[in-house]
Nanobody
Framework: QVQLVESGGGLVQAGDSLRLSCAASARAFSGRNMGWFRQAPGKEREFVAFITWSGSRTVYTDSVKGRFTISRDVAKTSVYLQMNRLKPEDTAVYYC???????????WGQGTQVTVSS
């Protein structure tokens, strides 16, 4: 079975931290690039962060640089998004995605809600 399952979302206050997890099946994880995206109410889904299959390279959207960190654990076939100094504008449904080529994601999770109150 090929799947991604996100967890770790919740309701927090501005300035707090959250760690999102994405548990992947082996086929959705091994040798594949992993990304986090988010979609706020009334807005299109946007890219948040990306990590290569080897873990050697990470990329972030400008609005989260210095606050968010993406990582992956090969043994657990999981990818994480550590989110610090959260802001109300970070409120969104966060999705984990997997792809075999940079920028091409073909496996998506169902999403986890993150709500940041001011």
């Amino acid at each position: 079975q090929v799947q991604l399952v996100e967890s770790g979302g919740g309701l927090v206050q501005a300035g707090d931290s959250l760690r999102l997890s994405c548990a992947a099946s082996a086929r959705a994880f091994s040798g594949r690039n992993m990304g986090w995206f988010r979609q706020a109410p009334g807005k299109e889904r946007e890219f948040v962060a990306f990590i290569t299959w080897s873990g050697s390279r990470t990329v972030y959207t400008d609005s989260v640089k210095g606050r968010f960190t993406i990582s992956r654990d090969v043994a657990k076939t999981s990818v994480y998004l550590q989110m610090n100094r959260l802001k109300p504008e970070d409120t969104a449904v966060y999705y984990c995605a997997s792809g075999s080529a940079v920028g091409a994601y073909d496996i998506w999770g169902q999403g986890t809600q993150v709500t940041v109150s001011s």
